[in-house]
């Protein structure tokens, strides 16, 4: 079966760092991705890991383990923009389809 | 690049009528074209893949004869949510692969946001 967690809400502070953990168990792994999503809106891609490691772009970070079935993504210098849903996703062995988390919804405060 | 239409945004019908939704690539071919459904405060959860030129496939529980799904082209799939019922109001969003982007090449429409009264 396909089973994604995520923690399904966060608060943090404007400037602060937060992580958000990921972990997975799926029958096939091609990969992971990060997304973010405002209410209303479509989901913008933020980040990707096919490999073990941290990958690092601009504030955000994600880092994965696949023996563990587990990622996170890491936002510095929180800004009130960064409030949002945050969804995991996994890829397929087909790379073709995903596997969507419940979604992360991070609120910053002033 | 790697821009995905979808229209329209916003549409409400009554009860019983069937709303058609469009995803267009707009500067890039997709033979696969993917639906996605979005309750409130829920995650994605894939509807139906959509292959150009054949027919789609679709996930376990959704029924195909209520969600026609319709890929003519390499650069439109649409829609179909034939016989509307309240409990189908909710946001649907499409989501296309441009290939020569390799892993970073999925892109997601606008979203529709379905309201049936």
């Known amino acids: 079966g396909q089973n994604i967690d995520q923690p399904t809400e966060m608060t943090a502070t404007e400037g602060a760092i937060v992580q958000i953990n990921c972990t997975y168990q799926?029958?096939?792994?091609?990969?992971l991705f990060w997304y973010q999503q405002h209410a209303g809106e479509a989901p913008t891609f933020l980040s990707y890991?096919?490999?073990?490691g941290l990958e690092e772009k601009g504030r955000f970070s994600s880092f994965l383990s696949r023996s563990k079935g587990y990622s996170y993504l890491l936002l510095k210098e929180l800004q009130m923009k960064d409030s949002a849903s945050y969804l995991c996703?996994?890829?397929?062995?087909?790379?073709?389809?995903?596997?969507f988390g419940p979604g992360t919804r991070l609120s910053v405060l002033p | 690049g790697a821009v995905v239409s979808q229209h329209p945004s916003r549409v409400i019908c009554k009860s019983g009528t069937s709303v058609k939704i469009e995803c267009r690539s707009l500067?890039?071919?997709?033979?696969?074209m993917f639906w996605y459904r979005q309750f409130p405060k829920q995650s994605l959860m894939l509807m139906a893949t959509?292959?150009?030129?054949?027919?789609?496939?679709?996930e376990q529980g959704v029924e195909k004869d209520k969600f026609l799904i319709n890929h003519a082209s390499l650069t439109l799939s649409t829609l179909t949510v034939t016989s509307a019922h309240p409990e189908d109001s909710s946001f649907y969003i499409c989501?296309?692969?441009?290939?020569?982007?390799?892993?970073?090449?999925?892109?997601f429409g606008s979203g529709t946001r379905l309201t049936v009264v």
């Open positions: 989501s296309a692969r441009d290939f020569r982007r390799d892993n970073y090449g999925y892109t």
């Open positions: 799926t029958s096939g792994f091609n990969g």
């Open positions: 996703a996994v890829r397929d062995n087909y790379g073709q389809n995903f596997v």
């Open positions: 890991n096919v490999l073990d």
């Open positions: 959509s292959n150009e030129g054949s027919k789609a496939t679709y």
């Open positions: 500067d890039f071919q997709a033979t696969t």
